[in-house]
């Protein structure tokens, strides 16, 4: 049997641990994963890739949500030129090819607006990479020479490489 000491003293013992632990953040014990775009509405992905608010999820080097780090200054329109676009433009589409104007700069700056972030956030050799990959990939999916919208294989809009 323990003396009145000892129990006062792993009473206290036991007090003091369940504060401890009831203090900590509860936080590190809620994070979920964000990789694959998981997060509730209303939190962001943080640049270690977990679900959460506030500044340490949100702000530098967030990867999706409702980012709050703030831009680098750079206009895509100032790296997107029109010399650039029409370069691009000029390799990935036969000049017989009805669909050749298609896309547009225009069209391509105008959709920027529902992405506010593409292209401004980090360096501005991160943001003139991120354009670059951009067109790459557009430019790779597309297959260069292909035909914009499909039609019956007896016709010929545009010639394929």
């Known amino acids: 049997m323990a003396i009145p000491e000892e129990k ?27 990789g694959s775009g998981s997060c509730a509405p209303g939190e962001c992905c943080s640049k270690y890739g977990f679900c959460g608010k506030g500044e340490a999820y949100c702000g530098e080097n967030c990867q999706a949500g409702p980012c709050t780090a703030t831009t680098n ?10 010399e650039f676009f029409r370069g691009i433009m000029n390799k990935a589409t036969d000049p017989n090819c009805p669909g050749k104007n298609f896309y547009s700069r225009e069209a391509f700056l105008s959709a920027l607006n529902s992405y506010p972030r593409f292209g ?23 297959g260069c020479k292909k035909l914009l919208f499909p039609i019956p294989s007896s016709t010929y809009i545009c010639k394929q490489l």
Do not use: Y
Not at 73 to 82: E, H, L, Y
């Open 8 to 34: 006062n003293l792993l009473l206290l013992s036991l007090t003091l641990l369940a504060i401890l632990v009831g203090s900590m953040p509860r936080v590190s014990m809620a994070q979920t994963p964000c």
């Open 73 to 82: 200054g750079v206009s895509v329109a100032n790296i997107v030129t029109p």
């Open 120 to 142: 401004t956030t980090g360096a501005v050799d991160d943001s003139k990479r991120e354009i670059a990959a951009f067109f790459a990939h557009a430019t790779h999916e597309t």
